[in-house]
């Protein structure tokens, strides 16, 4: 399994756009990239999955380079209620769903 | 509300004592999973089950924890014997299968304290 790394913590205003980084350099061929959040005392919560270039939904949008050593989680204006612990995850079905999570960014969002 | 439901949602124990958490999965949902954590950490994967089937368990998983899934459905977690180091969140996942499977669907997990 790819090994990721993501800053542990980043601060944002509300409003702001927020752009949390993952990088995954042994990265497989047929692995997916997959975001997760998760607040204080709740279970993760999927956000969004891609393999390549850029995915987009009503929450967030993925943009992965075109090596798909690294990802990028975008978060347009945030507000106090998206503070939470975003995680990285990356892996291929073969693992059989199991997810493997590291320790996250936790993203604090200011008024 | 059709969610993953886990039941407790908090558990005190003294060490030595048996415990079991239940989790109900989404009805149509095959696969279920179980994940650990501890504070400051991401979600650690002890156990998955497709139908009633136990498919993996991680060497998280010592001899003192046992799951069960009965036809395919409720899943019930066992910790015999707990040791302190057993106080963690205690979270179940459910979801469809297939390829892929990334997108589960969590509880809001146990919350398991051993005094």
């Known amino acids: 399994l790819a090994k990721t790394t993501q800053p542990i913590s980043m601060d944002s205003y509300e409003g702001q756009e927020v752009n949390i980084t993952c990088s995954h350099n042994?990265?497989?061929?047929?692995?997916?990239i997959t975001w997760y959040q998760q607040f204080p005392s709740q279970g993760p919560r999927f956000i969004i999955q891609?393999?390549?270039t850029k995915v987009t939904n009503e929450v967030a949008s993925l943009f992965i380079p075109a090596d798909r050593k690294s990802s990028t989680l975008s978060l347009p204006r945030v507000s106090l209620s998206d503070t939470a612990v975003y995680y990285c995850?990356?892996?291929?079905?073969?693992?059989?769903?199991?997810?493997?999570f590291g320790r996250g960014t936790q993203l604090t969002v200011w008024p | 509300d059709t969610g993953v439901s886990q039941n407790p949602r908090h558990k005190i124990t003294k060490r030595g004592q048996n415990v079991t958490f239940r989790c109900d999965p989404i009805?149509?949902?095959?696969?279920l999973y179980w994940y650990r954590q501890t504070l400051g950490q991401g979600p650690e994967f002890l156990t998955y089950?497709?139908?009633?089937?136990?498919?993996?368990k991680s060497r998280l998983l010592s001899d003192r924890f046992s799951a069960e899934r009965p036809k395919g459905s409720f899943s019930t977690l066992e910790i015999q014997r707990t040791e302190q180091g057993d106080s963690a969140m205690y979270l179940c996942?459910?979801?469809?299968?297939?390829?892929?499977?990334?997108?589960?669907?969590f509880g809001p997990g146990t919350r398991l304290t051993v005094t």
């Open positions: 996942a459910s979801s469809l299968g297939g390829q892929g499977d990334y997108e589960q669907y």
């Open positions: 042994n990265i497989a061929t047929n692995d997916y």
């Open positions: 891609g393999y390549k």
């Open positions: 995850l990356v892996g291929a079905g073969s693992t059989l769903g199991r997810l493997y």
């Open positions: 009805s149509e949902h095959n696969r």
């Open positions: 089950f497709q139908n009633e089937a136990q498919l993996e």
